[in-house]
Nanobody, 118 residues
């Protein structure tokens, strides 16, 4: 599975942004998918995940209620809708697939930078 994230940018606090992740590979629809992030000087952090069919989702406490993960298996796409953004959401966001643990995944895409200005 190959993953290509996009949609990052600069947004003001309180604003919204949607990240997209295009996947390739025949087995994509059988894998859980997720998003992790890494801020400068900090460890990589789990953000959200979705089961193979989107029936089960998981969110970190810091984004629950503000972010929504979704997927479209027919299009091989994963999305992260981010609302009520805060400066502390500033990070590089990574699209991932095949969950082992919250922070350990089998497949990683390149990151996309999200910057939230105060």
């Amino acid at each position: 599975v190959q993953l290509q994230a996009s949609g990052g940018g600069v947004v003001q606090a309180g604003g919204s942004l949607t990240l997209s992740c295009a996947a390739s590979g025949r087995t994509f629809s059988s894998y859980s998918v997720g998003w992790l992030r890494q801020a400068p000087g900090k460890d990589r952090e789990f953000v959200a995940s979705s089961s193979w069919n989107g029936g089960a989702t998981d969110y970190s406490d810091s984004v629950a209620g503000r972010f929504t993960i979704s997927r479209d298996n027919a299009k091989k796409m994963v999305y992260l809708q981010m609302n009520s953004l805060k400066p502390e959401d500033t990070a590089i966001y990574y699209c991932v697939a095949q969950r082992i643990t919250r922070t350990n995944w089998g497949y990683w895409g390149q990151g996309t930078q999200v910057t939230v200005s105060s």
